[in-house]
């Protein structure tokens, strides 16, 4: 695989084309993305489904006030955390800022989120809130097995996020996820008309990252976060997945020690690392990569 520098990549970057940022998480996509800034100038856009809710500031990594001061930021923090959110929902505001005079600077790991932006997204109808609440009850062998099975073979089938959603989408209108994409319009930005970067990292620098920077979480306050919304925890809701969230709400309800919690959440963190890595390596093909640490 090649790798272009930091100052190949952006040097001489046209007028008003957007940057696509693209990393695993704690790979220091967003300290990128204020480097561009301020070479390039630009409104810096979140593409990271965590980082949407308000209620998570520190346990999603959401740039800090002062961070957001250095730049304009837009798409972080916005809805409430029991707000219904989607792809197409992000899909759509991004729409309106891609029309505004700014460059975008999208900067997040959710691979979902650059799919549907550099090549389309199906537009599949909502899924009724009891069909939710019923793919919530049920375990992840149960959803894999009420999948199709054109569907089941083309899905990362250990990320219960998205085996749910393909089950919901079935359940709801009778066909499975690949007819629906199959129904694809042509993409809002293909990465013909933006500069696309995804960084390629080094497993065990990954790995000693995300150990601190949840450390760094629980110093910060990651802890009352969480202890804010523990009473009206729901684990069917996306913003309740959030990782870190389940492992310590477990921790103040007293089933698991704070050591016990913090490891939990520090291995679902590199198990999450993992599968985006494994993403861009075999999706983001047509991206330019970009070697952490330089």
């Avoid at 080094?202 to 110093?219: K, P, Q, S, Y």
Wanted: a neutral charge.
């Amino acid at each position: 695989m090649s790798h272009d520098t930091e100052d190949t990549l952006f040097a001489a970057l046209p007028a008003q084309m957007p940057v696509l940022i693209a990393g695993p998480t704690a790979s220091g996509k967003s300290a990128l993305a204020l480097r561009v800034a301020a070479q390039a100038d630009g409104v810096i856009v979140n593409a990271d489904a965590s980082q949407v809710y308000a209620c998570w500031r520190v346990i999603s990594a959401r740039p800090s006030a002062q961070e957001e001061a250095r730049a304009p930021h837009r798409l972080y923090g916005h809805l409430a955390q029991d707000a219904a959110y989607s792809t197409g929902h992000w899909l759509r505001e991004v729409a309106d800022i891609l029309a505004g005079e700014q460059r975008p600077i999208i900067v997040g790991g959710t691979g979902l989120y650059f799919r549907a932006l550099t090549e389309g997204l199906a537009d599949m109808p909502p899924t009724p809130r009891e069909i939710r609440l019923a793919g919530g009850a049920l375990t992840l062998d149960q959803l894999i097995a009420g999948l199709d099975r054109d569907t089941a073979q083309g899905l990362d089938l250990a990320n219960r996020a998205r085996v749910q959603r393909a089950w919901e989408v079935l359940q709801a209108t009778g066909q499975g996820l690949v007819h629906w994409q199959a129904q694809t319009p042509p993409p809002l930005l293909p990465l013909s008309a933006c500069r696309a970067i995804a960084l390629d990292v080094e497993r065990d620098w990954l790995a000693r990252r995300i150990a601190l920077r949840f450390e760094t979480m629980l110093a910060e306050g990651g802890l009352d976060e969480v202890r804010a919304i523990e009473p009206h925890y729901d684990p069917t809701l996306p913003a309740h997945r959030a990782i870190g969230v389940p492992e310590l709400v477990a921790y103040l309800r007293g089933e698991m020690s704070l050591d016990q919690a913090r490891d939990a959440a520090i291995i679902a963190t590199r198990q999450y690392a993992k599968r985006q890595r494994t993403w861009i390596r075999s999706r983001m093909t047509g991206w330019k990569k970009l070697k952490m640490p330089q």
